[in-house]
């Protein structure tokens, strides 16, 4: 058996059906492993950047370990945008990347790079394999590691190390099992059912948590708190939950940033939500993570629990005294669902003739273009509830939040952590791959789409039956809210695109381009209809406006300001 016969057979033992990635020549035994092996189906990307989150994908919906490759020096180079997602999401990935021959190394030979040192920060294990006498342990530290830690294994091979024969009675990888999650210890649970014992609470719910959904519902329950979800933790919390008030951040609403400001008690429950400015001051903070390096890295904390959410909270709630008072809970959750209907207003089609609507259309929709918001709404209403939706970062992602509800068995991915663009349509192949009968939903900003664009045509190719919803507004939407709300004129955002419907069709997918509102809904149920890979280019309007949760006077007149100079400079002269 040949070293990069081990490698494949091993990961094809342990699950891995995919591997994705470029060829090359630094690859050329691995590839040729997987098609003589036949139990991995190669998946040929047209940018390594876009294997990399496709398999950031695939682990975070399978929790098996993902895999992708890339030849040496460039084409690993470009893997590493998506490892980075990977990291930053707690994937386990496992990165196999070509080197140059052997001999050559250290030589600056054409196209090398130090891989040890290049993937130095995005993984948890990074070596390169030298000899075949360092198989089975290095692959085996590779994957264990990938798991363990939640991240990154990069694991370099040389081109001539690959044909290499191992030595006879080579054993074969055995990969560790999983670690067994555990409560937090006794002295931690029995602080914080002190520390709950009055006051207000609210339930600031993320990632960690999804696994315990059960508990986080008693726990909402005996304490009547309302409870804020990270976006993350809306694809398992959202459904059938009367205690959720949605987001809180930029793409939050005020029910959710009240809830937080007024509370007593904050509980802070498998999250690591970034935003500094967004926590309240001066409330009794208690965190949950299993992770002992998330504890109070963004606000104060007044009690850590260390441990599992399940286990932990299986020890907790029993302990806990039900509450009668429910007033907080109440005002919380009144306060979301008149938010919720106000911001269902904007999907009627009549909107912008209504007195209101004829006010705010001469800011925000003068040219009376479709709104985002009702291709959200439409997506939602017509999608399956077992649908796997990912979104571009920016804008995509604030109509998704708002208005795509995650019931059913519905599933959400996308670059939350690190905040990448061009993330949504390779994690929406990484999704399809996984299972070509479930339905996979890209809410696509035309700016992260054109970004990776040659790669619809892997959808084409694998016979992936992605639906591509592209938020086709000529702008970098939320780098012009950014800058308005700043005080400061829309400058750089404008993209000059071209007709993206028929683009993809020229590559082979089934689209349709819409321009008119009223043809909306016709067009999404046809696209959903439709078999196959589609495109579906919504032209929407680029002025649209998503207020924050919290507006600041401050950004209202920068609004204001830039609106002004931006009217001024359009003049003709």
Same mark, same amino acid.
């Given at each position: 058996?040949?070293?990069?016969?081990?490698?494949?057979?091993?990961?094809?033992?342990?699950?891995?059906?995919?591997?994705?990635?470029?060829?090359?020549?630094?690859?050329?035994?691995?590839?040729?492993?997987?098609?003589?092996?036949?139990?991995?189906?190669?998946?040929?990307?047209?940018?390594?950047?876009?294997?990399?989150?496709?398999?950031?994908?695939?682990?975070?919906?399978?929790?098996?370990?993902?895999?992708?490759?890339?030849?040496?020096?460039?084409?690993?180079?470009?893997?590493?945008?998506?490892?980075?997602?990977?990291?930053?999401?707690?994937?386990?990935?496992?990165?196999?990347?070509?080197?140059?021959?052997?001999?050559?190394?250290?030589?600056?030979?054409?196209?090398?790079?130090?891989?040890?040192?290049?993937?130095?920060?995005?993984?948890?294990?990074?070596?390169?394999?030298?000899?075949?006498?360092?198989?089975?342990?290095?692959? %085996? +530290?590779?994957?264990?590691? &990938?798991?363990? $830690?939640?991240?990154?294994? #990069? =694991? @370099? /091979?040389?081109?001539?190390? !690959?044909?290499?024969?191992?030595?006879?009675?080579?054993?074969?990888?055995?990969?560790?099992?999983?670690?067994?999650?555990?409560?937090?210890?006794?002295?931690?649970?029995?602080?914080?059912?002190?520390?709950?014992?009055?006051?207000?609470?609210?339930?600031?719910?993320?990632?960690?948590?999804?696994?315990?959904? %059960? +508990?986080?519902?008693?726990? &909402?329950?005996? $304490?009547?708190?309302?409870? #804020? =979800? @990270? /976006?993350?933790?809306?694809? !398992?919390?959202?459904?059938?939950?009367?205690?959720?008030?949605?987001?809180?951040?930029?793409?939050?609403?005020?029910?959710?940033?009240?809830?937080?400001?007024?509370?007593?008690?904050?509980?802070?429950?498998?999250?690591?939500?970034?935003?500094?400015?967004?926590?309240?001051?001066?409330?009794?903070?208690?965190?949950?993570?299993?992770?002992?390096?998330?504890?109070?890295?963004?606000?104060?904390?007044?009690?850590? /629990?260390?441990?599992?959410?399940?286990?932990?909270?299986?020890?907790?709630?029993?302990?806990?005294?039900?509450?009668?008072?429910?007033?907080?809970?109440?005002?919380?959750?009144?306060?979301?669902?008149?938010?919720?209907?106000?911001?269902?207003?904007?999907?009627?089609?009549?909107?912008?003739?209504?007195?209101?609507?004829?006010?705010?259309?001469?800011?925000?929709?003068?040219?009376?273009?479709?709104?985002?918001?009702?291709?959200?709404?439409?997506?939602?209403?017509?999608?399956?509830?077992?649908?796997?939706?990912?979104?571009?970062?920016?804008?995509?992602?604030?109509?998704?939040?708002?208005?795509?509800?995650?019931?059913?068995?519905?599933?959400?991915?996308?670059?939350?952590?690190?905040?990448?663009?061009?993330?949504?349509?390779?994690?929406?192949?990484?999704?399809?791959?996984?299972?070509?009968?479930?339905?996979?939903?890209?809410?696509?900003?035309?700016?992260?789409?054109?970004?990776?664009?040659?790669?619809?045509?892997?959808?084409?190719?694998?016979?992936?039956?992605?639906?591509?919803?592209?938020?086709?507004?000529?702008?970098?939407?939320?780098?012009?809210?950014?800058?308005?709300?700043?005080?400061?004129?829309?400058?750089?955002?404008?993209?000059?695109?071209?007709?993206?419907?028929?683009?993809?069709?020229?590559?082979?997918?089934?689209?349709?381009?819409?321009?008119?509102?009223?043809?909306?809904?016709?067009?999404?149920?046809?696209?959903?209809?439709?078999?196959?890979?589609?495109?579906?280019?919504?032209?929407?309007?680029?002025?649209?406006?998503?207020?924050?949760?919290?507006?600041?006077?401050?950004?209202?007149?920068?609004?204001?300001?830039?609106?002004?100079?931006?009217?001024?400079?359009?003049?003709?002269?």
């Amino acid at each position: 058996m040949k070293v990069a016969e081990l490698i494949v057979g091993a990961l094809a033992e342990h699950g891995v059906r995919q591997v994705w990635g470029v060829v090359g020549d630094a690859l050329n035994s691995l590839t040729d492993a997987i098609r003589a092996d036949g139990r991995i189906e190669w998946i040929g990307v047209r940018h390594e950047e876009a294997a990399a989150f496709a398999v950031s994908a695939q682990a975070q919906l399978s929790g098996t370990v993902g895999v992708c490759m890339g030849t040496v020096g460039p084409g690993s180079i470009h893997l590493l945008n998506g490892l980075y997602d990977a990291k930053k999401s707690h994937a386990p990935v496992l990165a196999i990347c070509g080197q140059v021959p052997s001999g050559e190394i250290g030589t600056d030979f054409f196209q090398e790079v130090d891989n040890d040192i290049l993937f130095a920060d995005v993984s948890v294990f990074a070596h390169t394999l030298m000899s075949p006498s360092q198989l089975p342990h290095l692959l %085996e +530290q590779a994957v264990n590691a &990938a798991y363990a $830690l939640r991240g990154v294994a #990069v =694991l @370099t /091979l040389p081109g001539d190390v !690959g044909e290499l024969d191992l030595p006879r009675h080579t054993p074969l990888p055995s990969f560790a099992p999983r670690s067994v999650p555990a409560a937090a210890p006794e002295d931690q649970l029995s602080a914080a059912v002190q520390a709950l014992d009055t006051g207000d609470v609210t339930l600031l719910v993320g990632h960690g948590a999804l696994g315990a959904r %059960e +508990q986080v519902l008693a726990l &909402a329950d005996i $304490l009547g708190a309302p409870m #804020v =979800l @990270t /976006l993350k933790a809306k694809e !398992g919390l959202e459904r059938d939950n009367p205690f959720q008030v949605g987001q809180s951040g930029l793409i939050g609403n005020p029910a959710a940033a009240k809830a937080m400001d007024s509370c007593d008690v904050l509980v802070v429950l498998g999250s690591d939500f970034p935003y500094r400015d967004w926590y309240p001051s001066g409330k009794t903070v208690i965190q949950l993570d299993a992770r002992g390096e998330h504890i109070g890295r963004r606000t104060p904390v007044s009690h850590a /629990l260390v441990g599992d959410a399940t286990a932990t909270l299986c020890a907790l709630v029993p302990r806990l005294t039900r509450r009668e008072e429910r007033s907080h809970l109440e005002r919380a959750t009144k306060a979301f669902r008149e938010w919720h209907e106000r911001q269902q207003s904007l999907l009627n089609p009549d909107h912008d003739d209504t007195l209101v609507g004829k006010v705010r259309a001469v800011f925000d929709n003068p040219s009376e273009g479709i709104r985002p918001e009702a291709v959200a709404a439409a997506v939602d209403r017509i999608a399956p509830d077992s649908t796997i939706f990912t979104a571009d970062t920016g804008m995509s992602t604030a109509w998704l939040a708002r208005y795509v509800a995650m019931r059913g068995t519905r599933r959400l991915v996308g670059s939350f952590n690190l905040g990448s663009m061009a993330d949504a349509l390779p994690m929406a192949l990484g999704a399809q791959a996984l299972d070509r009968d479930r339905t996979v939903v890209s809410f696509s900003g035309d700016g992260g789409l054109m970004m990776l664009l040659g790669d619809l045509r892997t959808a084409v190719s694998y016979r992936l039956p992605v639906k591509i919803i592209v938020f086709d507004n000529g702008r970098l939407g939320m780098v012009k809210l950014e800058q308005e709300q700043g005080g400061l004129p829309e400058f750089g955002t404008e993209l000059d695109n071209p007709d993206l419907s028929a683009v993809a069709t020229a590559m082979g997918l089934t689209s349709r381009r819409v321009t008119e509102p009223d043809r909306l809904d016709e067009a999404v149920d046809w696209a959903f209809a439709t078999a196959g890979p589609v495109l579906l280019d919504v032209v929407t309007n680029p002025d649209e406006v998503a207020v924050p949760p919290k507006p600041t006077l401050a950004q209202g007149w920068g609004f204001a300001i830039a609106k002004s100079r931006e009217s001024l400079e359009s003049r003709p002269g």
